[in-house]
T-cell receptor, first 115, second 114 residues
Protein backbone atom coordinates (compact mmCIF):
# COMPACT_ATOMS: atom_id res chain seq x y z
CA UNK A 1 0.00 0.00 0.00
CA UNK A 2 0.98 3.66 -0.42
CA UNK A 3 3.05 5.41 2.24
CA UNK A 4 1.13 8.41 3.54
CA UNK A 5 2.56 11.23 5.64
CA UNK A 6 0.89 14.22 7.24
CA UNK A 7 2.29 17.49 8.53
CA UNK A 8 2.12 18.67 11.20
CA UNK A 9 1.58 15.62 13.40
CA UNK A 10 0.11 17.84 16.09
CA UNK A 11 -0.40 21.50 16.84
CA UNK A 12 -1.86 23.78 19.47
CA UNK A 13 -3.51 26.87 18.03
CA UNK A 14 -5.26 29.96 19.26
CA UNK A 15 -8.91 30.65 18.64
CA UNK A 16 -9.53 32.62 15.44
CA UNK A 17 -6.39 31.46 13.63
CA UNK A 18 -6.07 29.00 10.73
CA UNK A 19 -3.98 25.87 10.25
CA UNK A 20 -3.08 24.11 7.02
CA UNK A 21 -2.51 20.37 7.16
CA UNK A 22 -0.56 18.62 4.44
CA UNK A 23 -1.02 15.08 3.17
CA UNK A 24 1.74 13.59 1.01
CA UNK A 25 1.68 10.16 -0.66
CA UNK A 26 4.70 8.37 -2.10
CA UNK A 27 2.85 7.30 -5.25
CA UNK A 28 0.02 8.54 -7.41
CA UNK A 29 -3.38 7.72 -5.97
CA UNK A 30 -6.86 7.82 -7.36
CA UNK A 31 -8.87 9.35 -4.56
CA UNK A 32 -7.94 11.44 -1.52
CA UNK A 33 -10.28 12.10 1.38
CA UNK A 34 -10.21 14.17 4.55
CA UNK A 35 -11.82 12.91 7.76
CA UNK A 36 -12.31 14.34 11.21
CA UNK A 37 -12.20 12.26 14.37
CA UNK A 38 -13.36 14.12 17.44
CA UNK A 39 -12.05 12.90 20.82
CA UNK A 40 -13.32 9.41 21.55
CA UNK A 41 -15.55 9.41 18.46
CA UNK A 42 -15.77 7.76 15.08
CA UNK A 43 -14.52 9.11 11.77
CA UNK A 44 -16.59 11.60 9.81
CA UNK A 45 -15.86 12.44 6.19
CA UNK A 46 -15.28 16.15 5.59
CA UNK A 47 -14.72 16.11 1.85
CA UNK A 48 -13.30 14.35 -1.16
CA UNK A 49 -10.27 16.16 -2.56
CA UNK A 50 -10.55 16.22 -6.34
CA UNK A 51 -7.44 16.67 -8.41
CA UNK A 52 -7.61 19.88 -10.43
CA UNK A 53 -11.10 20.88 -9.30
CA UNK A 54 -13.03 21.96 -6.25
CA UNK A 55 -13.43 19.48 -3.40
CA UNK A 56 -16.75 17.74 -2.80
CA UNK A 57 -17.99 18.52 0.72
CA UNK A 58 -20.23 16.42 2.93
CA UNK A 59 -23.29 17.78 4.64
CA UNK A 60 -22.31 20.03 7.52
CA UNK A 61 -18.93 21.01 6.09
CA UNK A 62 -18.33 24.10 3.94
CA UNK A 63 -15.49 25.34 1.81
CA UNK A 64 -15.08 28.61 3.70
CA UNK A 65 -14.35 26.72 6.90
CA UNK A 66 -12.36 23.82 5.41
CA UNK A 67 -10.74 24.88 2.13
CA UNK A 68 -9.01 21.98 0.40
CA UNK A 69 -6.48 21.85 -2.37
CA UNK A 70 -5.22 18.95 -4.45
CA UNK A 71 -2.77 20.21 -7.03
CA UNK A 72 -1.60 16.77 -8.16
CA UNK A 73 -2.10 13.04 -7.64
CA UNK A 74 0.18 12.77 -4.58
CA UNK A 75 -0.55 15.84 -2.45
CA UNK A 76 -3.45 17.58 -0.75
CA UNK A 77 -3.96 20.21 1.91
CA UNK A 78 -6.79 20.87 4.33
CA UNK A 79 -7.09 24.25 6.04
CA UNK A 80 -9.09 24.64 9.22
CA UNK A 81 -10.10 28.31 9.20
CA UNK A 82 -11.10 30.70 11.97
CA UNK A 83 -10.69 27.94 14.53
CA UNK A 84 -12.69 27.50 17.71
CA UNK A 85 -12.24 24.94 20.52
CA UNK A 86 -14.90 22.79 18.83
CA UNK A 87 -12.44 22.20 15.99
CA UNK A 88 -10.13 20.30 18.34
CA UNK A 89 -9.92 16.89 16.67
CA UNK A 90 -7.70 14.52 14.81
CA UNK A 91 -7.72 15.22 11.08
CA UNK A 92 -6.86 12.30 8.84
CA UNK A 93 -6.34 12.00 5.14
CA UNK A 94 -7.01 8.75 3.35
CA UNK A 95 -6.27 7.51 -0.14
CA UNK A 96 -7.35 4.83 -2.53
CA UNK A 97 -4.99 3.40 -5.10
CA UNK A 98 -5.77 2.23 -8.57
CA UNK A 99 -4.94 -1.42 -7.98
CA UNK A 100 -7.78 -1.91 -5.49
CA UNK A 101 -9.93 1.17 -6.13
CA UNK A 102 -12.15 1.16 -3.10
CA UNK A 103 -9.71 0.19 -0.36
CA UNK A 104 -8.83 3.22 1.77
CA UNK A 105 -5.60 3.67 3.69
CA UNK A 106 -5.18 6.35 6.30
CA UNK A 107 -2.42 8.79 7.05
CA UNK A 108 -1.10 9.08 10.62
CA UNK A 109 -3.36 12.01 11.42
CA UNK A 110 -2.89 15.54 12.73
CA UNK A 111 -3.93 16.14 16.31
CA UNK A 112 -5.24 19.70 16.61
CA UNK A 113 -5.96 21.45 19.89
CA UNK A 114 -7.59 24.88 19.80
CA UNK A 115 -7.36 27.02 22.91
CA UNK B 1 -27.43 8.92 2.94
CA UNK B 2 -25.94 5.79 4.43
CA UNK B 3 -26.22 5.16 8.17
CA UNK B 4 -24.15 2.50 9.93
CA UNK B 5 -24.94 1.27 13.42
CA UNK B 6 -22.41 -0.73 15.41
CA UNK B 7 -22.65 -2.67 18.65
CA UNK B 8 -21.60 -3.29 21.28
CA UNK B 9 -19.80 -0.04 22.08
CA UNK B 10 -17.53 -1.87 24.52
CA UNK B 11 -16.62 -5.53 24.75
CA UNK B 12 -14.43 -7.37 27.24
CA UNK B 13 -13.31 -10.89 26.40
CA UNK B 14 -11.11 -13.38 28.19
CA UNK B 15 -7.90 -14.10 26.33
CA UNK B 16 -8.38 -17.10 24.07
CA UNK B 17 -12.13 -16.63 23.73
CA UNK B 18 -13.92 -15.26 20.66
CA UNK B 19 -15.21 -11.75 20.08
CA UNK B 20 -18.05 -10.72 17.77
CA UNK B 21 -18.88 -7.18 16.67
CA UNK B 22 -22.00 -6.46 14.64
CA UNK B 23 -22.97 -3.68 12.24
CA UNK B 24 -26.10 -2.83 10.32
CA UNK B 25 -26.38 -0.47 7.37
CA UNK B 26 -29.31 1.37 5.84
CA UNK B 27 -28.53 1.76 2.13
CA UNK B 28 -29.22 -1.47 0.26
CA UNK B 29 -27.00 -0.21 -2.58
CA UNK B 30 -23.86 -0.35 -0.39
CA UNK B 31 -21.55 -3.06 -1.64
CA UNK B 32 -18.23 -2.71 0.17
CA UNK B 33 -17.71 -3.27 3.91
CA UNK B 34 -14.27 -2.80 5.47
CA UNK B 35 -13.23 -3.17 9.10
CA UNK B 36 -10.57 -0.99 10.70
CA UNK B 37 -8.60 -1.45 13.91
CA UNK B 38 -7.39 1.65 15.72
CA UNK B 39 -4.93 1.37 18.56
CA UNK B 40 -4.55 4.26 20.97
CA UNK B 41 -2.87 7.21 19.29
CA UNK B 42 -2.53 5.40 15.97
CA UNK B 43 -4.19 5.62 12.58
CA UNK B 44 -7.04 3.26 11.61
CA UNK B 45 -5.63 0.12 10.00
CA UNK B 46 -7.63 -1.97 7.54
CA UNK B 47 -7.83 -5.53 8.87
CA UNK B 48 -10.35 -7.17 6.58
CA UNK B 49 -13.02 -6.24 4.07
CA UNK B 50 -15.85 -7.93 2.22
CA UNK B 51 -17.78 -7.17 -0.94
CA UNK B 52 -21.42 -7.83 -1.59
CA UNK B 53 -20.83 -10.78 -3.89
CA UNK B 54 -19.33 -12.77 -1.00
CA UNK B 55 -21.04 -14.05 2.16
CA UNK B 56 -17.98 -14.73 4.26
CA UNK B 57 -14.26 -14.00 4.24
CA UNK B 58 -11.59 -15.29 6.55
CA UNK B 59 -8.00 -14.26 7.26
CA UNK B 60 -6.32 -16.35 9.96
CA UNK B 61 -8.11 -15.52 13.26
CA UNK B 62 -10.34 -12.87 11.71
CA UNK B 63 -13.50 -13.44 9.71
CA UNK B 64 -16.28 -11.26 8.41
CA UNK B 65 -19.78 -12.36 7.44
CA UNK B 66 -22.30 -10.41 5.38
CA UNK B 67 -26.06 -10.81 5.17
CA UNK B 68 -27.27 -8.53 2.39
CA UNK B 69 -30.90 -9.37 2.89
CA UNK B 70 -30.82 -8.29 6.52
CA UNK B 71 -28.27 -5.54 5.80
CA UNK B 72 -25.88 -6.54 8.48
CA UNK B 73 -22.29 -7.71 8.72
CA UNK B 74 -20.15 -8.97 11.57
CA UNK B 75 -16.52 -9.25 12.58
CA UNK B 76 -15.41 -12.42 14.32
CA UNK B 77 -12.08 -12.69 16.12
CA UNK B 78 -11.14 -16.14 17.41
CA UNK B 79 -8.46 -17.12 19.92
CA UNK B 80 -8.16 -13.53 21.07
CA UNK B 81 -4.81 -12.19 22.22
CA UNK B 82 -3.86 -9.09 24.26
CA UNK B 83 -2.70 -7.33 21.09
CA UNK B 84 -6.27 -7.51 19.78
CA UNK B 85 -7.22 -4.84 22.34
CA UNK B 86 -8.17 -1.74 20.32
CA UNK B 87 -11.14 0.17 18.93
CA UNK B 88 -12.72 -1.48 15.91
CA UNK B 89 -14.73 0.42 13.30
CA UNK B 90 -16.97 -1.02 10.63
CA UNK B 91 -17.78 0.98 7.52
CA UNK B 92 -19.89 0.80 4.40
CA UNK B 93 -19.67 2.34 0.98
CA UNK B 94 -21.17 2.29 -2.44
CA UNK B 95 -18.14 1.36 -4.46
CA UNK B 96 -18.56 2.38 -8.06
CA UNK B 97 -14.98 3.27 -8.97
CA UNK B 98 -15.25 6.98 -8.39
CA UNK B 99 -17.41 7.37 -5.31
CA UNK B 100 -15.80 5.32 -2.59
CA UNK B 101 -16.55 7.47 0.42
CA UNK B 102 -16.91 5.47 3.63
CA UNK B 103 -19.57 5.82 6.30
CA UNK B 104 -18.26 4.57 9.63
CA UNK B 105 -19.95 2.93 12.56
CA UNK B 106 -19.53 4.38 16.04
CA UNK B 107 -16.78 1.97 17.07
CA UNK B 108 -16.32 -0.89 19.54
CA UNK B 109 -13.69 -0.76 22.25
CA UNK B 110 -12.44 -4.33 22.63
CA UNK B 111 -10.49 -5.26 25.75
CA UNK B 112 -8.81 -8.63 26.03
CA UNK B 113 -8.45 -9.75 29.63
CA UNK B 114 -5.24 -11.77 30.20
Amino acid sequence: SAVISQKPSRDICQRGTSLTIQCQVDSQVTMMFWYRQQPGQSLTLIATANQGSEATYESGFVIDKFPISRPNLTFSTLTVSNMSPEDSSIYLCSVTSGSIPDTQYFGPGTRLTVL
Amino acid sequence: GENVEQHPSTLSVQEGDSAVIKCTYSDSASNYFPWYKQELGKRPQLIIDIRSNVGEKKDQRIAVTLNKTAKHFSLHITETQPEDSAVYFCAASLSNFGNEKLTFGTGTRLTIIP
